[in-house]
């Protein structure tokens, strides 16, 4: 039940912070059911603000999830690039072990990078899909100069294919590797209509990024 104590926050510092309780509602929400199942009611409930006044903070519970997807950008960006650092030179296994590591470490990025295209740059306001852009544009930037400074045998134009490669992979496979309760149970009721490749999220993107990363190192030398 939502909170009927709720007092509209007036100052500039009380409406940051409800619109940072909404932020962090929807992030449990999502961590706990997936961000499918989140919508604006639940997130307003979770943080104990009238459904009606949520919408002075966001149009909708899309544009708190395109905020998630920002900050999950950020810190995948700056993970890899730190680790890269650190383990400069990288060969192309390890770039892929340092990409996937990021990734499963943030399970909710990885559950709102199918749903940023499909759905929350469609739905969300404009000036916050601007924001998303600009953010993840300068954190997808950063990585791809780290990965060509710490990976010899990669160009900045075969880095840029290599996180393409890893985003394109981690939204898929994590889809299809979480499925709705519903479906998982009707995967074992009848294996028959189960997915007939591997479901482990880690291993079969490692194994895919992998062979992405090496064949892009072997065409750069021309092999």
């Not at 500039?12 to 309780?21: G, T, W």
């Not at 010899?152 to 393409?164: F, G, H, K």
């Not at 189960?194 to 092999?223: E, H, I, M, N, Y």
Request: one cysteine or more.
């Amino acid at each position: 039940m939502p909170d009927t104590s709720f007092q509209r926050a007036r100052s500039a510092d009380r409406k940051r912070q409800r619109a940072d309780d909404l932020i962090e509602a929807a992030r449990s929400l999502a961590l706990e059911t997936g961000v499918a199942s989140v919508t604006l009611t639940a997130v307003a409930d979770r943080a104990g603000v009238h459904h009606s006044a949520m919408r002075r903070y966001f149009p909708s519970h899309k544009d708190v999830l395109l905020r998630l997807a920002t900050e999950g950008w950020t810190r995948w960006s700056e993970f890899a690039s730190a680790a890269l650092r650190a383990q400069a030179p990288v060969t192309a296994p390890t770039l892929a072990e340092i990409l996937v590591s990021g990734l499963d470490a943030d399970p909710l990025f990885c559950d709102l990078l199918a749903n940023v295209p499909l759905h929350l740059e469609h739905e969300a306001a404009l000036g916050h899909v601007a924001d998303f852009k600009r953010i993840s544009h300068a954190a997808l930037s950063a990585m791809v100069d780290a990965i060509a400074e710490a990976a010899p045998d990669l160009d900045r134009d075969r880095a840029l294919d290599v996180v393409t490669a890893a985003n394109a992979l981690a939204a898929t496979l994590w889809q299809v590797g979480h499925p709705p309760e519903s479906l998982a149970r009707a995967y074992s009721d009848d294996p028959s209509i189960a997915p007939t490749w591997a479901l482990d999220f880690t291993s079969t993107l490692t194994r895919l990024l992998t062979a992405t990363c090496v064949g892009l190192c072997a065409r750069q030398k021309g092999r």
